[in-house]
């Protein structure tokens, strides 16, 4: 009886160790980079939407390409929503985007339009060089041609 009772205090002596180190671990949390989850650049650029989307119509066609191919796979309701929200988040000034940005990284509910489009701010947001590629030469294009959201 002597030795299961060691063995019962052993096991509970290793469970309170257990559940110390959990305790002394603390909360779990998330927190957003500078390039996490919306890339640096993009934090930072003076450029608008319309002038990133061309841009990456020239610097990395492949991805502008596939964007529209699925932006042109949505309804006109998501098409505006898509084009009123980037164009929201551009107008903000650099605090703004990275409260969004963190926003974005600690909830996954903040914001409503990836339920709609998970996709829809993959051409902004891309951390695939896309964004450094579209940032360095972005202010050479018209800041508001809307002709950048159709494609065909």
């Known amino acids: 009886m002597k030795a299961g009772a060691a063995r019962a205090l052993s096991g509970v002596s290793a469970a309170a160790m257990i559940l110390a180190g959990f305790a002394a671990a603390g909360t779990a949390s998330a927190d957003a980079t500078e390039n996490f989850p919306i890339p640096n650049r993009m934090l930072h650029t003076t450029c608008t939407a319309e002038q990133i989307m061309a841009a990456a119509r020239d610097v990395a066609p492949v991805y502008y390409k596939r964007y529209m ?79 950048v959201w159709t494609w065909a």
């Open 69 to 147: 191919i699925d932006y042109n796979n949505k309804s006109p309701q998501i098409h505006q929503a898509v084009q009123d929200r980037i164009n929201w988040f551009y107008a903000m000034d650099y605090p703004g985007r990275r409260s969004y940005a963190e926003n974005l990284a600690t909830d996954i509910y903040y914001e409503k339009l990836t339920f709609a489009w998970p996709n829809w701010s993959k051409l902004f947001f891309n951390n695939r060089g896309v964004a450094s590629r579209t940032t360095d030469v972005c202010e050479q294009y018209p800041a508001d041609d809307l002709g």
